[in-house]
């Protein structure tokens, strides 16, 4: 998982990343709209095909790259994870808000007492 | 391309959102959120607790925590507030700070939006939590000490480098 992180922290390999959300594309077509220079987005191709975020499919005398879909279900995993976490904070804060008010109970009736 | 779409990878973008009803006031609600006593409570998950934590609630002020581990550990948080509207709204940023609350040089935020709303003596909280990319997300997973998972110096470290090795 660590290596997906790292892949996807540098800019230009994320937008390829974006760009190929849309659909499979060639090296030529991501360099042209990555306004690169051919052997940077190769050199950004590589590492994103070594960390299996993206595969290669030959087709004709063309190499097709597209996005593989397991780096981004464990993606989607870490943030299920993200969204555990916050519902165990919940839960602990209604735990305290309970604790809290039982405490606070005494203290409304004792004010409620000098009051009459 | 996913023909799931629930997948859809916005790499570039993620957010997790996470709402729930109590049965408390607003006002209340809003002093759990801001008041290091109450924090310290409930803000860890345990075996974590809070040892220390300062909170200096306005624009630009910082909100400093220390999660101390059974083992001994102490990793330390901080965030910055962007905007606070008593008793509604919180906007603040987060990220691994040292003890002195200087941020973690390299070290990705993520943007958190809580909003507190009141019906009928209820107050429901919404926690928005931004990540600006997948690194972010990993940090902010982090921080909340996934699963009794230790993070020690020595991995954020390697980490850090990892990240400005790019």
Not at chain 1, 21 to 29: A, S
Not at chain 1, 42 to 59: D, G, M, N, R, Y
Request: glycine share 4%.
């Amino acid at each position: 998982m660590k290596t997906l992180w790292a892949a996807l922290t540098e800019p230009n390999r994320l937008h390829i990343v974006e760009l190929l959300r849309d659909g499979p594309l060639t090296v030529g077509e991501i360099t042209e709209r990555l306004g690169l220079q051919q052997p940077q987005v190769s050199k950004h191709l590589k590492v994103l095909s070594e960390t299996a975020i993206v595969e290669v499919q030959p087709q004709a005398n063309r190499r097709i790259y597209k996005l593989r879909r397991e780096p981004f279900q464990e993606l989607e995993s870490w943030l299920q994870s993200f969204r555990r976490l916050w519902e165990e904070r919940f839960d602990r804060l209604d735990d305290y808000l309970l604790e809290l008010q039982a405490t606070e109970q005494p203290t409304r009736n004792r004010s409620e007492d000098t009051n009459v | 391309m996913f023909d799931d779409h629930s997948l859809s990878p916005r790499v570039g973008e993620q957010e997790v959102v996470v709402e729930r009803q109590f049965s408390v006031p607003r006002t209340l609600m809003f002093q759990v959120f801001t008041q290091p006593e109450h924090l310290k409570r409930w803000w860890a998950p345990p075996p974590y607790t809070i040892p220390v934590c300062t909170i200096d609630l306005r624009p630009g002020g910082i909100w400093h925590y220390c999660m101390h581990s059974p083992e001994g550990q102490d990793q330390w948080a901080r965030a910055v507030y962007r905007e606070i509207v008593p008793p509604e709204k919180l906007v603040y940023t987060t990220t691994f700070a040292d003890e002195y609350a200087n941020p973690i040089e390299g070290m990705p935020e993520h943007l958190t939006t809580m909003l507190f709303t009141e019906e009928a003596g209820k107050t429901s909280v919404t926690a928005r939590v931004q990540f600006a990319s997948a690194a972010a997300l990993k940090v902010a997973l982090d921080l909340g000490m996934l699963q009794g998972m230790s993070i020690t110096w020595e991995y954020l470290v390697e980490y850090v480098q990892e990240l400005q090795a790019k």
